[in-house]
């Protein structure tokens, strides 16, 4: 193993310095940089231990996540403050928890990995990333998601989404708890009286990495609830998953299928 | 690298290199209760208490955590003065081979940090990274229950 030159920045404008040096990378929880075995590819790391962006905060409706958050910070964090979130329900699954101490919101947004439990829920929950550097500005998380050269010399700081009222439900598809997740689903949706108000359908982990659902979408906004057939709306729904240890393509598209069905009528009740 | 760390509740400079992990150095400098199991943050064998916090020793780059404190299952009780969760993983019979139980101690540990009555779920996910791959985690639960009932009796006491 050759030697690694590590960088421990006392302030962003420092880090944002550093991340600039050819074969260096951030670390946050250091989870994703083991995981991809990146230490034998790089020649320097600059911990983000010691920069403000490890906050969370709630201001003018909206939640602020801090990069350095780690999975279980945002699950205390936010049963506080909106414990129906959906970004409870799937971090809760995420991993395990030893390892939700440590993998961060910024490095899992940073890498979004195709496993990702984070990245479904804030898309579904239209979040925007903060981010310092080359590439400063907000972005639209599908936007970020899409065009991995914006993280070039630039740093994640915060996530930040609108705190709303969601019905939701959220599935991971995996073979066991600790298994990676073959995809995931993320339904949020709103009800007024019998109609449905709101709608969002995100799916990770499919061959696109991720979708939303927006022509289901649009068709089921403003139905009668009492009159929605999920078997109807389901069976034209196909998404491409390509095929993959979990199993085969029309395996995992008949899973969603199912899942996509049983969410909707949870939310909505059959 | 040199780095000093708060381990057991005393001070201790170490050296390292760069790459090396938190597992590493704790069992290059004696701590060898803290076990090297898959070294890829899934079997729960290696985990330690960072600052309070249940983690994978394996998944920290020990640089990364210079001035911490860190608590191993020798940390909280030995031999002579065990902990209460240690003394009811032996009454239930929940130790075949040893290798997971300094992990499922602690993970009990945290659990009792964060909740003092928690219920089935709570605990089946306080364990859920932690492996064992002698017993069917039966004899585990019943260890962890009876720790819990433990605990409570001993805080009870307190008051």
Known sequence: ?270 | MKGVFKINGKERELTFKPHHTLLDILRDNGYTEVKEGCREGECGACVVLLNGKLVNSCQVLAASVVGSEILTVKGIGDLHSPHPIQEAFVEAGAVQCGFCTPGMVLATYYLFSKNTDPDEKDIKQALDGNLCRCTGYVKILDAVRLAIKKMKERENEKV
């Open chain 1, 1 to 270: 193993m050759h030697e690694i030159k590590w960088y421990f920045p006392q302030s962003i404008d420092e880090a944002l310095d550093l991340i600039k040096l050819e074969g260096v990378i951030p670390h946050a929880g250091g989870t994703g940089i083991l995981k991809s075995r990146l230490l034998e590819k790089i020649k320097g790391l600059v911990d983000l231990g010691k920069i403000p962006i490890n906050y969370f905060y709630e201001e003018n409706g909206e939640i602020k996540i801090g990069a350095m958050q780690t999975y279980n910070d945002v699950i205390e964090n936010l049963q506080q403050i909106a414990p129906d979130s959906i970004l409870i329900k799937a971090l809760s699954q995420a991993a395990s928890t030893p390892l939700r101490n440590r993998i961060t919101v910024g490095g899992s947004v940073s890498y979004f990995p195709i496993w990702s439990d984070i990245m479904g829920p804030l898309i579904a929950l239209d979040a925007r990333v903060t981010l310092l550097g080359e590439n400063a500005s907000i972005y639209d998380m599908r936007y970020f998601a899409k065009n991995r050269l914006l993280r070039r010399n630039s740093l994640v700081k915060e996530v930040k989404f609108e705190k709303d009222r969601w019905r939701s439900y959220y599935f991971r598809a995996a073979r066991t708890s600790f298994d990676y997740a073959a995809f995931t689903l993320s339904i949020l949706a709103k009800k007024d009286k019998n109609l449905v108000k709101d709608i969002r359908i995100v799916v990770t982990g499919c061959a696109r990495k991720f979708i939303r659902l927006e022509d289901l979408e649009e068709e089921l906004k403003g139905k009668e609830i009492q009159h929605l057939n999920f078997d109807d709306i389901i069976k034209d729904i196909n998404v491409d998953f390509r095929g993959k240890r979990h199993g085969s393509s029309e395996y995992l598209n008949h899973l969603f299928q199912v899942e996509l069905r049983r969410g909707l009528s949870k939310i909505f009740g059959d």
